[in-house]
């Protein structure tokens, strides 16, 4: 069965809508130019009279001189001998929220009857904690997280890559005076590359890296060395160890998730549409040579595997994303294709191999330096795996963590990147049933696997106190795993709407 966290369009639009007014302005500035420029046509054809003058039209449309308050309000200088007070830079979000006592039996009265619904099966773990304290509710044990793992995840990632870092893809030429010289596609780890450019207007938010472009750049370098026919090889070995997850069900071959490499298009998704490839190093690298050719290069033969020489020069690169964007999008729409990436990513950057094993030596390094409780067990980065196992106080403790670091430390990201209620992620289409007052205000990210529903998040009551909940069930009958989902939304919801202040 798939997680069906990830089931969400890749294409879907998360950045804010574009700016219209400059293009409404922009139109207005280039009518006028025109018009200007014909007005200098005219002048310049006979003797100038003063009569038409296109610096004073200008001055009077106000062209390039003041905004249009119509489009860009914010733009307008206040009037002359106005003092205006310094505008104060906002506090990072739930910093100013209210932090008032919450009272345990109030939250024990309300959440009790919600989890005892029996959609939820009987193996039901939750726990509640104001944002800076010691949980006010605690039930149950560990259970199966699914895709609340990806918080750990995440964590890593921001914790140990340097804020800012984009994976590199690149173009290499082998040394040698060869006619038909070898060039080598190297691998960086780039998660969301893509197999052909994004078009800005479609809303894909972040932007794709695509071997089109890398092909059409290393075109161009090729030319310029007088070269116009290369022997393709790729190097995917910055990644190690296997490429599908022992720990996974040999079901999720090919349907579930792609195996895990550091060369890929689409995150190793089927061109036909449905599926993954079996090797998407090698497909990335044959939809490399089909652009290669594309922008008048010959490739002879099939792509083959190459290692890079020491001495190989690089002709072009293409980079992803910045990191904290990536943990946005995978939290946003729980990719596990991106997330296993990270694992690794991880790995490399705390001095191993690019290896699920290394990655999660560096996660529990991550999570001892800031006192978080480690998952009793954990296979992957992606929570697909059916044996790990995490309690929810793990959960808890990592977004108090996160809430309570410094406005400027990195992690802060995965509080924007949860979604959101109603609204935004793997949450836009749930909640319905939930107490209004939640949608909007209640942030979490979902874990979904057959007979599995968790939620870990943090909900703002409304007197705004911020509420921190880990909600686990493992034994839902496959049958009813719809309303159960439903079931856990209307509990945390609840919490959304709880007045649970002593």
């Given amino acids: 069965m798939n997680e069906s966290d990830a089931r969400h369009s890749p294409g879907r639009s998360l950045r804010p809508a574009p700016q219209r007014s400059r293009r409404r302005r922009w139109g207005r500035w280039t009518t006028w130019l025109a018009v ?63 932090r008032r006592p919450v009272s345990p039996a109030k939250v024990r009265r309300l959440l009790e009857p919600l989890l005892a619904n029996k959609l939820l099966g009987r193996d039901v773990s939750a726990v509640v904690a104001p944002l800076d304290g010691k949980p006010v509710y605690t039930t149950g044990g560990a259970e199966t997280p699914a895709s609340t793992t990806k918080l750990f995840t995440s964590l890593a990632a921001l914790s140990t890559i340097d804020p800012g870092t984009r994976f590199s893809t690149r173009v290499v030429r082998q040394p040698g005076k060869q006619k038909s010289p070898q060039i080598v596609l190297v691998g960086g780890g780039d998660p969301f590359l893509a ?120 002709l072009a690169a293409v980079r992803s994303a910045p990191i904290e964007q990536i943990v946005q999008r995978l939290l946003q729409v729980s990719d596990n294709e991106a997330t296993e990436v990270l694992l690794r990513q991880v790995g490399l950057a705390t001095g191993g191999a690019g290896s699920v094993a290394d990655g999660l030596t560096g996660l529990r390094q991550v999570l001892r330096q800031r006192g978080i409780t480690a998952p009793v067990r ?36 995965i509080l924007e990147g949860l979604p959101v209620a109603g609204f935004l992620g793997s949450l836009d289409d749930r909640f319905a049933a939930a107490p209004p007052l939640a949608l909007g205000t209640t942030r979490a990210k979902t874990g979904t696997l057959t007979n599995v529903r968790s939620l870990a998040g943090i909900a703002v009551t409304p007197d705004g106190t911020p509420l921190v909940f880990a909600l686990m069930a493992d034994r839902i009958r496959k049958e009813v795993e719809t309303p159960a989902s439903d079931a856990l939304d209307n509990a945390a919801g609840a919490l959304g709407a709880c007045r649970c202040g002593r």
């Fill in 36 to 98: 200007l420029a014909l007005l200098g046509v005219a002048a310049g054809a006979g003797t100038y009279t003063g009569l038409i003058d296109p610096g004073a039209i200008k001055e009077r449309l106000g062209i390039g001189q003041r905004p249009d308050p119509a489009t860009e309000p914010e733009a307008v200088p206040p009037p002359e001998g106005l003092d205006l007070p310094a505008v104060p830079r906002p506090e990072p979000l739930y910093d100013t929220l209210a």
């Fill in 195 to 314: 197999s052909k450019p994004v078009d800005p207007a479609d809303g894909v938010w972040p932007q794709r890296a695509d071997v089109v472009t890398l092909a059409k750049r290393t075109a161009t370098s090729l030319r310029r060395q007088g070269v116009r026919s290369v022997r393709l090889g790729y190097d995917d070995s910055l990644f190690t160890g296997p490429a599908f997850n022992p720990a996974w069900p040999d079901s999720y071959r090919g349907d579930v998730v792609a195996p895990i490499t550091s060369l890929w298009v689409d995150e190793g998704r089927s061109p036909s549409g449905y599926g993954y490839v079996s090797d998407p190093a090698e497909v990335a690298a044959e939809t490399f040579a089909a652009a290669l050719r594309e922008a008048g290069i010959a490739v002879s033969g099939n792509p083959t595997v190459a290692g890079v020489e020491p001495r190989a020069r690089r």
């Fill in 378 to 413: 954990q296979f992957d980065g992606s929570g697909l795996s059916r044996r790990d196992l995490i309690k929810p106080i793990s959960l808890v403790e990592l977004l108090q963590a996160v809430a309570g670091s410094s406005p400027d430390d990195p992690a802060r990201v």
